[in-house]
């Protein structure tokens, strides 16, 4: 695990609170008294995915605030919503398609932020035979996995694309079958398949779904409704620590992914590809919308569209499934 002070900045600023505290004969507020204990459930392995979080934990932001937070891995043996429900965690990282579903189960979840502003989901493709445009699907073979149908179906539905046109060829979640020629594209999140392939030396051409149409907020933050009414204070020093520690990922990805790699040594992460991951996440996460009202931030509008989207998936919500007022809190809106 790396230090504490991960840059000369942060050093000094420390420095400077800890010597003005000894000067006083005081400590701040988050050293001086027991911090209330914190489960951050995130939505997957270890990976500069939640880079905004390990330098929350890095920089002591969660200290700050007055919690003592520890970030749980998830992964495919490890879903978000079961912790969260139960309140052995009191906060994760989910998506809007799974926790509407979730709550059609009688989960009492709401959405709390929008980390990801626009969804990851993308179509890779080899650039002498590109898909541009959903409608370019049509003749071509794509890779993917078979529970993502409902996906492609929606995409279509929203374009006026021939779903029958296309042939869906089950794969692994791997670049080879499309590098090879076995498929024309593949589906896959934006920030890991065709950053795999960029490391091997191709470079796919990467439509986003999110640019034809596909709106479901992506990396969002749920919790109970029990927890909004009675743990209301952690849930704020909770976002106010991810906020500031997405503001300095914005300021420096390279820096993000050197940490991740650093904290989580067994994890078996690559840095070069880290930061390509790093610096491709920035335009999914961060817009005009985050710039004006800050990270995380969804509107009527954007949550209407989601409530569009999710139709189309087969998910019966309404925008009651967002709650929008921690979120007004941490901004001071």
Known sequence: MTSLFSNTTSRRRFLQVGGAALAAGTLPAWRAGAADPVTFQLSW?????????????????????????????????APVEPPVVTGTALMGISAADYTAAAVENGAPFKILAVAMQRNPFAISSLPDNPVNTPADLEGKSIGMATANTPVLKALCDMNGVDMNAIEVVPTQYDGAPLL???????????????????????????????????????????????AIANRRADLVALLKGEVRGWNDYLADTDAAAELTVARYPDAGLDLATQKLQAERQVPLMFSDLTEESGFGWFTDETVAANVETLGLLGRNVTPDLWDRSILEEVHGA
């Open 45 to 77: 392995l270890h990976s500069v995915q939640f880079g905004g979080s390990y330098i929350a934990a890095e920089r002591g932001y969660w200290q700050e605030e007055g919690i003592d937070v520890s970030l749980a891995p998830g992964g495919p043996n």
């Open 180 to 226: 090879s020629g076995q498929v024309d594209c593949l589906l896959s999140w934006s920030t890991d398949l065709p950053v795999a392939m960029v490391m091997q030396g191709a470079e796919p051409a990467v439509m986003l779904l999110a640019d034809h149409g596909y709106s479901v907020h992506s990396q969002t933050y749920i919790a109970t409704e029990d």
